[in-house]
């Protein structure tokens, strides 16, 4: 029987966009680690309307409620005054809390207040958490099988409370696990991939679900399986890829949390090879996903950001001729472009990127969006045209990851 979270986030900090809410989305991940799962997520500003009807409707929905922030000592923190209103009862002092801040405040060199000492008031009918990293206590209350958990709304006190206290009793009480494969695929597009796997996906067993996550040119493919037995749900998981990878394996690059700069950095060091690249509509994104992964230096010597014509000649060698003839966006271009940055900066693999981002400089024959690609390397220099999108933003972000899959494939095929 699945059950069931709610998040509430309290903080006017948050509804103004002056603090960004990270914590809902740890909180989400680790709970669906332990098999629960969060139905909805709310944020609320600090008034006692907001609080005590965020409350009351989640109850209502849901078997954890999860309420992070508003714990401070000031007259503006509501959340444990309204949780103690909410059940009707009234303060418990926590000595072992007076405690903690009071050897907390003097490795500080502070002096511990009257208004401070007010956080060891917690409402009767809850469980202390001790917070061993700030001064506010988390609370755990169980009312009609409804358990609350309150916790400040400092990321690392949240954490560290859920790690210590939260995660662990939530772990003991449900025991369902549920586990997600991932399976990332790029180059295709989501209902042609959803075409090759139809037969696949309605066969699945009816525990096992199927997402589709798609984004710039990649789509991922989420199982997920819900059960008792981790390391079951894991092979059953495995079996039903292992009939998928044959219908789309050309167009899988990796699992979980793999990323294609990434995959792509590892088949380099693979070979022990070096690539760079020649950016003209890019203007340098490929070069700064690659370098975004840790000892990318070991592959990627550079790149020439050959926005203009003149840079395209002068710096890559690009025949002027060929360039006034045929055009920058041009099959013949993006192979003089890849070849001549792999010669230049002395690389295994040269790759190249030319189009029309927009909104502007398209025509009839090539619009907006048409992008050509190329690749080259000691033994084949090769391009590919691409037709993308009207919007510039999404051109250029579809034309990098391209590139880097256009890199996947020839490199593979070698």
Same mark, same amino acid.
């Given at each position: 029987?699945?059950?069931?979270?709610?998040?509430?986030?309290?903080? *006017?900090?948050?509804? %103004?966009?002056?603090?960004?809410?990270?914590?809902? +989305?740890?909180?989400?991940?680790?709970?669906?680690?332990?098999?629960?799962?969060? $139905?909805?997520?709310?944020?609320?500003?600090?008034?006692?309307?907001?609080?005590?009807?965020?409350?009351?409707?989640?109850?209502?929905?849901?078997?954890?409620?999860?309420?992070?922030?508003?714990?401070?000592?000031?007259?503006?923190?509501?959340?444990?005054?309204?949780?103690?209103?909410? &059940?009707?009862?009234? !303060?418990?002092?926590?000595?072992?809390?007076?405690?903690?801040?009071?050897?907390?405040?003097?490795? $500080?060199? $502070? @002096?511990?207040?009257?208004?401070?000492?007010?956080?060891?008031?917690?409402?009767?009918?809850?469980?202390?958490?001790?917070?061993?990293?700030?001064?506010?206590?988390?609370?755990?209350?169980?009312?009609?099988?409804?358990?609350?958990?309150?916790?400040?709304?400092?990321?690392?006190?949240?954490?560290?409370?859920?790690?210590?206290?939260?995660?662990?009793?939530?772990?003991?009480?449900?025991?369902?696990?549920?586990? +997600?494969?991932?399976?990332?695929?790029?180059?295709?597009?989501?209902?042609?991939?959803?075409?090759?796997?139809? *037969?696949?996906?309605?066969?699945?067993?009816? +525990?096992?679900?199927?997402? %589709?996550?798609?984004?710039?040119?990649?789509?991922?493919? $989420?199982?997920?399986?819900?059960? /008792?037995?981790?390391?079951?749900?894991?092979?059953?998981?495995?079996?039903?890829?292992?009939?998928?990878?044959?219908?789309?394996?050309?167009?899988?690059?990796?699992?979980?949390?793999?990323?294609?700069?990434?995959?792509?950095?590892?088949?380099?060091?693979?070979?022990?090879?070096?690539?760079? !690249?020649?950016?003209?509509?890019?203007?340098?994104?490929?070069? +700064?996903?690659?370098?975004?992964?840790?000892?990318?230096?070991? %592959?990627?010597?550079?790149?020439?950001?050959?926005?203009?014509?003149?840079?395209?000649?002068?710096?890559?060698?690009?025949?002027?001729?060929?360039?006034?003839?045929?055009?920058?966006?041009?099959?013949?271009? @993006?192979?003089?472009?890849?070849?001549?940055?792999?010669?230049?900066?002395?690389?295994?693999? /040269?790759?190249?990127?030319? /189009?029309?981002?927009?909104?502007?400089?398209?025509?009839?024959?090539?619009?907006?969006?048409?992008?050509?690609?190329?690749?080259?390397?000691?033994?084949?220099?090769?391009?590919?045209? &691409?037709?993308?999108?009207?919007?510039?933003?999404?051109?250029?972000?579809?034309?990098? %990851?391209?590139?880097?899959?256009?890199?996947?494939?020839?490199?593979?095929?070698?």
């Amino acid at each position: 029987m699945p059950v069931f979270a709610e998040l509430i986030s309290i903080g *006017d900090e948050i509804l %103004y966009g002056q603090t960004l809410d990270t914590n809902s +989305h740890w909180i989400s991940a680790r709970l669906d680690e332990i098999g629960v799962k969060v $139905r909805r997520k709310i944020t609320i500003g600090d008034t006692r309307e907001e609080i005590l009807s965020a409350l009351a409707e989640s109850t209502e929905r849901a078997d954890i409620i999860l309420i992070t922030g508003g714990l401070g000592p000031t007259k503006d923190d509501l959340t444990k005054p309204l949780l103690a209103e909410y &059940f009707g009862v009234g !303060f418990t002092r926590h000595q072992e809390v007076i405690e903690h801040l009071k050897t907390l405040f003097s490795k $500080r060199g $502070r @002096v511990l207040t009257e208004l401070n000492e007010q956080q060891a008031d917690l409402p009767a009918n809850c469980t202390m958490l001790m917070n061993k990293l700030g001064t506010a206590p988390g609370m755990w209350f169980e009312e009609n099988d409804t358990i609350y958990v309150s916790m400040p709304g400092v990321p690392y006190e949240m954490k560290g409370l859920m790690n210590d206290h939260v995660l662990p009793r939530l772990t003991e009480k449900y025991q369902e696990v549920i586990y +997600h494969k991932i399976v990332r695929t790029i180059g295709i597009p989501e209902s042609v991939l959803a075409q090759k796997i139809e *037969d696949w996906e309605n066969n699945l067993p009816k +525990h096992l679900k199927l997402a %589709y996550l798609p984004s710039f040119g990649q789509v991922k493919l $989420r199982l997920t399986a819900i059960g /008792g037995v981790k390391s079951e749900l894991e092979k059953e998981v495995q079996q039903q890829i292992d009939q998928l990878l044959p219908l789309i394996e050309s167009s899988v690059f990796g699992y979980d949390e793999d990323e294609i700069e990434k995959v792509i950095g590892d088949m380099l060091l693979a070979k022990n090879q070096t690539i760079a !690249f020649a950016e003209s509509c890019t203007g340098g994104l490929i070069s +700064h996903l690659i370098t975004s992964v840790p000892g990318s230096s070991q %592959y990627f010597k550079g790149s020439v950001i050959s926005y203009s014509n003149e840079v395209k000649i002068d710096e890559l060698g690009v025949n002027p001729e060929v360039l006034e003839a045929k055009g920058a966006v041009s099959e013949e271009v @993006v192979m003089q472009m890849a070849k001549g940055v792999r010669e230049r900066l002395k690389t295994d693999v /040269g790759v190249s990127v030319s /189009g029309i981002a927009g909104p502007d400089g398209g025509t009839e024959e090539k619009p907006v969006g048409t992008v050509w690609i190329g690749y080259s390397d000691k033994q084949k220099t090769v391009a590919k045209q &691409f037709n993308f999108l009207k919007d510039r933003n999404l051109n250029i972000k579809f034309s990098a %990851y391209s590139a880097l899959n256009m890199f996947r494939i020839q490199y593979q095929a070698e």
